[in-house]
Structure formats: structure tokens, C-alpha cells
């Protein structure tokens, strides 16, 4: 493509689009336009970019004519219906949603892991369950150290990886509580201020929920590899933004925790934040509105011959979202893969 992009960001309103039109923006994205798709709800309204209103439009089959990528975060219903439609129309589509990340023929991408992954690609491009994003970024290059044999993680997720909703939602039920009025759960199936919540996504057959079970899928096929076994207990805390993991890793060769953070200190997306006696670790407070992924608290796991216990953090909203799905568009741009 010898022009620069048409980019036509779907989900616009949403948490994650609006973010994505800031990040758009702040990385100064290659594009010649970007045009604002959302539901008809919010068909008419306007959103920012570069310090100018576009008009919303309502998503429809037409949407993506001379459009040549498409950033989709408007739920897995909806990519599944149009993003089949935008690559029909000859665009290339990069999804936040759940809909395509395990079809064989769609590269499941975070750029500082696999971005090998995007060669060949169909025109659809699924970008990773948040949690998993921030995960991999890590575990690669310990994996690359020590090759990984397991990893047991749980997860405090923040209340923005469910949409702006449930963002209102939690702020709405901290004033009603402090005001000594009812609350009525709507996004969540209970209060959500003040709870942690062991639910997140639906229940499994195999009493695993469906986010705990895209942490086991997704890291696999991230990472090129079945050997990695993997085990998850997903929570949703009342924070509004950043996503924190308690990780425990088994590898087959031995790291110690100062090699860890070595190796760490010099990976691609990490920053090493580990000084216990500073009272330095990472914190959902200090990596909201960062790009890097943090990690600290790395530890030996002294059950074990070879095992380590790291906290890891990110703002879910950016790396989890908006960032990463930027950063594999910038990678389609750099590779001249923007083409179906
Ligand atoms: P709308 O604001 O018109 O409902 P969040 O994850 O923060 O809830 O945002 C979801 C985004 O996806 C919003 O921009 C929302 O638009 C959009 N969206 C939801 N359903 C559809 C749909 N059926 N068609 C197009 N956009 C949709």
C-alpha cells in the first residue's frame, strides 16, 4: 500500500475504543483517516481524536468500504458477524474480542512474543485476552531462559476489563454505599465495591470459567507450545483499572531470582520494579496509564527445585487492550501486511 491507512475503529464509545483512538494519537499512527463505528445507540454522537469531534456511525455491512484496517472491540458478536464482512470488503482486521483467537487460521499476536505469527495472515488478526497479554510478556523470556514446564496463576482484575459499565457501575455502588443507599448489580451478579468476585466470564463444564480457560488456551498457542501447562483462578476486584497476577512458574532448567530479574530488566514491554526493602513492587495505582507490563515480588519458590513466584501488573485497558492492538497495527504497517 503505497497511502497511508483509512482506519476505521469499531467500538469506538466503548472503554477500549476510546482508548484506542488515544493511543492512535499519542503513537502517531500512519493514518490518513479514522472513522468512529459504534451501535446505532450511538450513531450521531462524537468522539475525540487529535483534538477533533468525529461523528459516530452506525456499524453496518457498508461500514468498511475504502477502509483498509479495521480495530475491532464492540463484543464477540459483533466481530463475529462483521469482521468476516471488513475482510470481504478488503480490510484487515485486528479483534480485541474473544471470537477469533483460537480459530487455527487466525495468529493470536502480542508483538513482544510472537510477532512472527502475523505472516501469512487471512485478513483477521485476534489480539489476546487482557490477562494473557501481560502474562506472556513476561513468561517469554524466562521461557526462552529456562523452558517453562508450568504455571498456577491467579488473577485480581480490574472492573474497566468488562467495559465502561461496569466502570460506572463500581463508581456508582461506592457513593450509594457511602450514602447509605440500595445498589442493584447489573453488570455483575454481586456487589461489586468492597467484594472480590471468583467469576469472571461463564461457568465451564469443567468448573473452570471461560476466562480461566482463554489464560490456559491462548498462552499455549502464544507461545508455540503445547508442553506449557497452565492452571487459572480469575477474580475480579473492585479496581478500576490494571490487572494484577499472582505467578508461579516451574521451569525445567533453574533461574534464580537475581538471573530473573536480569533477564527481565533487559526483555522488550517490562519494567522491573523489585525492591522489597524499598517497598518497591508494582501496583494497579502506579501502572494505570502505562504502556510497560510490571513485574517485582520475584522469588524463589522453595517447594520446588526450580520454581519462582513473580506479581505482575499492567494496565489492562492499554497493554491488555488498546496498546497491544495498536502495536500489532504498527507491526502490519512495518511488514507491508495490510493487505488480505
Ligand atoms: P455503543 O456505545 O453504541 O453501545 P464497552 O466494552 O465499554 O461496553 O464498549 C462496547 C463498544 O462496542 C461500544 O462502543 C458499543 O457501542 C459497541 N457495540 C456494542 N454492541 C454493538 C453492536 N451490535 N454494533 C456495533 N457496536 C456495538
Known amino acids: 500500500m503505497s497511502d497511508n491507512p ?15 483512538l488515544k493511543t492512535l494519537e499519542q503513537r502517531n499512527f500512519p493514518a490518513r483517516q479514522v472513522i468512529a463505528l459504534a451501535s446505532a445507540r450511538s450513531a450521531g454522537s462524537k468522539v475525540l481524536f487529535k483534538d477533533q469531534e468525529i ?3 452506525e456499524l453496518g455491512k457498508d461500514s468498511f468500504k475504502g477502509v483498509d484496517l479495521a480495530i475491532f472491540s464492540a463484543g464477540g458478536a459483533t466481530s463475529e458477524k462483521f469482521a468476516p464482512i471488513a475482510v470481504e470488503s478488503g480490510c484487515v482486521v ?30 483477521i488478526i485476534a489480539n489476546p485476552n487482557c490477562s494473557t497479554i501481560q502474562m506472556v510478556v513476561v513468561l517469554k523470556p524466562l521461557h526462552d531462559a529456562g ?28 457513593r450509594n454505599l457511602f450514602s447509605m443507599k440500595e445498589i442493584e448489580p447489573k453488570v455483575y451478579p454481586y456487589q461489586i465495591a468492597f467484594n472480590c468476585l471468583p467469576h469472571i466470564d461463564v461457568f465451564l463444564e ?14 499455549k498457542k502464544i507461545m508455540g507450545s503445547d508442553q506449557v501447562r497452565v492452571t487459572a483462578t480469575t477474580v475480579r476486584v473492585p479496581v478500576f483499572y490494571g490487572h494484577c497476577e ?30 522489597p526493602a524499598e517497598k ?22 522453595e517447594t520446588i527445585a526450580n520454581g519462582l513466584n513473580l506479581w505482575i501488573v499492567a494496565d489492562n485497558i492499554r497493554k491488555g487492550a488498546a496498546l497491544n492492538t495498536v502495536q500489532i497495527s504498527e507491526l502490519l504497517v512495518q511488514k507491508n501486511l495490510l493487505r488480505v
Open 6 to 20: 483509512v482506519v476505521a475503529v469499531v467500538g469506538a464509545t466503548g472503554a477500549v475504543g476510546r482508548e484506542m
Open 55 to 57: 461523528t459516530v456511525d
Open 94 to 123: 485486528v479483534d480485541n474480542s474473544n471470537a477469533w483467537r483460537m480459530d487455527k487460521n487466525v495468529p493470536l499476536v502480542v508483538p513482544e512474543v510472537n510477532p512472527e505469527a502475523l505472516d501469512g495472515h487471512r485478513g
Open 147 to 174: 523452558t517453562i514446564k508450568r504455571v498456577i496463576v491467579s488473577t485480581y482484575q480490574a472492573v474497566s476489563g468488562s467495559g465502561q459499565k461496569a466502570v460506572d457501575e463500581l463508581e456508582t455502588q461506592v
Open 206 to 219: 469443567n468448573d473452570y470459567t471461560m476466562e480461566e480457560m482463554k489464560m490456559v488456551n491462548e498462552t
Open 246 to 275: 499472582s505467578v508461579n512458574i516451574e521451569t525445567e532448567k533453574k533461574i534464580t531470582p537475581q538471573e530473573a530479574r536480569a533477564i527481565l530488566s533487559q526483555a522488550p514491554g517490562i519494567t522491573v520494579l523489585d525492591n
Open 280 to 301: 518497591i513492587y508494582p501496583m494497579p495505582l502506579f501502572a494505570a496509564g502505562e504502556d510497560d507490563t510490571f513485574v517485582g515480588r520475584i522469588r524463589e519458590d
